[in-house]
């Protein structure tokens, strides 16, 4: 199963990764580099790049990912919380 991920560089050494699908009717979010957020093309769902609903349907939020950067590879953990 393919699983979309959105992943953003908060600091040098430090990365967020959210689930990159809508929690409305999971479609795959694209990255509106205007607003800085992920909008769902199905219904108009918008989230902040840390996951948080800014517009709905969606009433939830993304699925944080954990991440691990060791200075050269960066892991994300996918069975994580």
Same mark, same amino acid.
């Given at each position: 199963?393919?699983?979309?991920?959105?992943?953003?560089?908060?600091?040098?050494?430090?990365?967020?990764?959210?689930?990159?699908?809508?929690? *409305?009717?999971?479609?795959?979010?694209?990255?509106?580099? =205007?607003?800085?957020?992920?909008?769902?093309?199905? *219904?108009?769902?918008?989230?902040?790049?840390?996951? $948080?609903?800014?517009?709905?349907?969606?009433?939830?939020?993304?699925?944080?990912?954990? $991440?691990?950067?060791?200075?050269?590879?960066?892991?994300?953990? =996918?069975?994580?919380?």
């Amino acid at each position: 199963m393919v699983e979309p991920l959105a992943i953003m560089r908060e600091q040098q050494d430090r990365f967020l990764a959210v689930r990159a699908l809508c929690t *409305h009717m999971t479609c795959i979010l694209n990255f509106n580099e =205007l607003n800085a957020t992920l909008d769902c093309p199905c *219904h108009g769902s918008s989230f902040e790049l840390d996951g $948080t609903v800014v517009t709905g349907p969606a009433r939830q939020p993304l699925r944080v990912l954990p $991440t691990r950067f060791d200075g050269t590879m960066l892991s994300v953990i =996918l069975g994580g919380a």
